[in-house]
């Protein structure tokens, strides 16, 4: 064999053995390292105290997880003044009780929740190029029990802010909130809940799951202070230094997870979410995640969010870039 067919094999060889090491990470250790991200958003009115928001999203629960169940009830213990949960809870026909489990201890606490596309229908098998070259036509799976979950959390006193405007008290302080349904299944009537929020409110919160931007506007429009998403799952595979391949959505790929400005008065935070398809268990870069945000007072200086992340015993801290 000549120099050049050896050199060839030996990069053959070696560009296989990288790929399968970089999928057996992804899907035997990325997805389940449990992950904390931290922000300070500067949203409330002057004058307010801190408001402590977990956002869950995007849970795609099975059955059989237990690590993910044990993991989410363990952010109880974060003191939480409010939960909001942006919608994917499901990935089975039989999830609700553990979708149930896990949140168990929140129920506990004031929480809104809205559902996306995954609480109405199971996932199917798809090609996993639709991953990176998505399209209009969506593949439905069975229907899902989403109107059990829904009981399940309106019996426990969460407020489902399907095309819904409310107005609640949590810890003293008023909070005028909205929501709309999965965008992403184009299900979202913002007109329903058009208008301008309580303008006495300390925060003014709108949620979605998909954050397409004709809905994002929407809430800017407004005047709501802060608008919390979910569904991108981060773009689920990041390239560091590159960031998100996709957002599986019309926002921009430099939005995926995190919070970014939204015009000049509002707020985004996109969640990466817990989960994923059962049928595409990888995540590379960019762990499973629940965020907890700090919501402080808006300051004259127009400071930016701060954010960080924690591993999953809530230990020590990495900065987010």
């Known amino acids: 064999m000549s120099d050049l067919a ?22 035997g250790y990325e997805r389940t390292r449990w992950t904390l991200r931290e922000a300070t958003l500067p949203v409330l009115a002057e004058g307010s105290r801190p408001l402590r928001v977990l956002h869950i999203s995007d849970l795609h629960m099975m059955p059989g997880q237990k690590s993910k169940q044990a993991w989410v009830a363990e952010l109880d213990s974060l003191n939480p003044d409010l939960v909001v949960n942006t919608g994917d809870n499901l990935a089975h026909k039989q999830a609700v009780p553990a979708v149930i489990r896990a949140l168990n201890p929140l129920l506990n606490r004031p929480g809104l929740f809205v559902f996306g596309s995954n609480d109405y229908y199971a996932p199917k098998p798809k090609n996993p190029a639709r991953y990176l070259f998505p399209s209009d036509k969506r593949i439905h799976g ?5 109107r059990d979950l829904r009981a399940a959390m309106l019996e426990r006193g969460w407020h489902d802010l399907t095309h819904t405007r409310t107005r609640l008290t949590v810890d003293g302080r008023l909070i005028a909130a909205a929501g709309v349904d999965d965008p992403h299944l184009k299900r979202d009537r913002y007109d329903e809940i058009a208008g301008r929020p309580d303008r006495t409110a300390t925060l003014r919160l709108g949620v979605t799951h998909s954050p397409e931007p004709r809905v994002l506007d929407r809430f800017a429009e407004d005047g709501y202070d802060l608008v919390l998403a979910g569904h991108t799952h981060g773009g689920q595979l990041r390239i560091p230094g590159y960031g998100a391949l996709v957002t599986n959505c019309e926002l921009d790929r430099s939005r995926a997870r995190g919070s970014s ?3 000049a008065h509002t707020w985004l935070h996109v969640s990466a979410g817990m989960g994923t398809s059962p049928y595409a268990p990888v995540r590379f870069a960019c762990p499973p995640e629940a965020s907890l945000l700090t ?5 004259t200086s127009g400071d930016p969010a701060r954010e960080a992340t924690r591993g999953a015993r809530f230990g020590a801290r990495a900065k987010v870039r």
Do not use: D, F
Request: positive net charge.
């Open 6 to 27: 050896t050199t060839l094999r030996r990069i053959a060889v070696g560009t296989t053995a990288l790929g399968a090491a970089t999928l057996a990470y992804a899907a």
């Open 142 to 146: 069975i229907s899902l029990p989403w």
């Open 261 to 263: 400005r939204w015009g």
């Open 295 to 299: 919501l402080v007072p808006r300051t």
